[in-house]
């Protein structure tokens, strides 16, 4: 595969450099030096080998307030390019993203088969197929980095610990998918891939705190406090899971009554819609019932908005965040469900408290592929090894 032959991060003043211009820039030099508490004259000497080396690019002068014009520093988000791949139980999502994460090129796949073995050989022609595709569209453009992410635990980025969807207990993904693709490859949690997406790139950006809750086949949720995520061993535990939204509600697979899996997930309001309707719907059908006064439809729909309102209230009641990203490939129930939401939220949040700021993401699962593409790009800008660290 067309792939640039080594993998070098950026370590030291030069990775802060580069990580201030690529997640704020372009920025003068000027702004930098007080970022960083650097001299110009240190700051010149560093950036210097960044320009070179095409990463940085100076853009043209501008007239500053003070003495004389100033050039902008700004990265080139075609200088590198990454693939990301996200895993559900039947279908692998892919992407190829700049260096900034915006998409170039995309395409899914079906997995048919969900051995370790059948899902490499998958994942590696979705690659190929992508890189192929990005040549046709830029040529000339290579790829840096391969992302991987999915439902369920991983350990250092390399090894899938367990994935109950796909039947997987200690599977070394990255270890494989290097050895397939060519490429340096990291494994992560899609909850947590996603929320250095959206902290890197998306909803949170420029916000020191904000909480990320997605709905969907499941239930994630990711944190950043101080501009940084939150982490831990246990990431990807689903722990959101089992958190009571409704202490009437129906049973969930782990037998707790009323947890957010039973209350939420996109495979529990089907099940339930076809119980009290009588007959088998979609989940895209029961919101455009709910939408349309269906009585049967829209009962259901609030008591889910409802409990989705009284779970995001413990969010902001216990974390305190700037703001509530809320996505997944359920999402769409929150706007259905307004009012349901915002009266749930209130019934458990002190009067005196303001309504949370709530900002909705895009359903679509290439987002989360896009996510994956962001743990390769932060391998790359961070050193894999640092990862989880964004020292701003």
């Not at 990454?82 to 992407?95: C, E, P, Q, S």
């Not at 453009?141 to 109950?164: E, F, N, R, W, Y």
């Not at 207990?169 to 340096?184: S, W």
């Not at 896009?370 to 790359?380: L, P, S």
Request: aromatic share 4%; with cysteine; charged share 20%.
């Amino acid at each position: 595969m067309d792939a640039h032959p080594t993998w070098t991060p950026l370590s030291g003043a030069p990775r802060r450099v580069a990580l201030e211009v690529l997640l704020d820039g372009p920025l003068a030099r000027s702004e930098l030096s007080r970022r960083l508490g650097l001299s110009p004259g240190s700051l010149t000497r560093l950036t210097r080998p960044l320009v070179d080396s095409g990463l940085l690019v100076e853009l043209a002068p501008v007239e500053a307030t003070l003495g004389r014009p100033t050039r902008p520093l700004a990265v080139v988000p075609s200088s590198h390019h990454f693939v990301g791949v996200k895993l559900t139980g039947d279908h692998a999502y892919g992407a190829v993203t700049d260096l900034r994460a915006t998409v170039v090129v995309a395409e899914d796949t079906a997995l048919t088969a969900t051995d370790p073995d059948a899902v490499v050989d998958v994942v590696t022609d979705l690659v190929r197929r992508l890189v192929s595709r990005l040549a046709d569209a830029r040529p000339g453009a290579g790829v840096t980095g391969l992302g991987v992410s999915l439902g369920g635990h991983v350990a250092d980025q390399t090894t899938v610990t367990h994935a109950s969807h796909l039947g997987w207990d200690d599977v070394p993904l990255a270890a494989r998918l290097g050895r397939a693709t060519g490429l340096r490859t990291v494994v992560e949690n899609d909850v947590v891939a996603l929320t250095e997406a959206t902290h890197w790139f998306g909803e949170g950006h420029g916000s020191d705190r904000f909480a990320l809750v997605t709905i969907g086949a499941g239930i994630g949720y990711g944190l950043v406090v101080h501009d940084s995520a939150v982490t831990s061993p246990e990431a990807g535990h689903s722990l959101l899971s089992h958190f009571p939204v409704a202490p009437a509600g129906p049973p969930g697979p782990c037998g707790h009554h009323g947890c957010a899996t039973s209350m939420l997930t996109i495979g529990s309001l089907v099940s339930r819609a076809a119980e009290r309707l009588g007959r088998p719907v979609t989940y895209d059908q029961l919101l455009d019932l709910a939408a349309a006064g269906d009585p049967p439809a829209r009962a259901l729909v609030d008591e889910s908005g409802a409990a989705l309102g009284r779970m995001l209230a413990a969010v902001a009641n216990l974390t305190m965040p700037e703001r509530i990203v809320l996505g997944g490939e359920g999402v769409r129930l929150a706007t259905v469900a307004h009012d349901a939401l915002l009266a749930g939220l209130r019934s458990e949040r002190d009067p005196h408290t303001a309504v949370p700021r709530i900002e909705l993401q895009s359903p679509e699962l290439a987002l989360w592929a896009r996510g994956a593409a962001v743990v390769a790009i932060q391998a790359f800008v961070l050193g894999k090894e640092d990862t989880a660290e964004v020292t701003r």
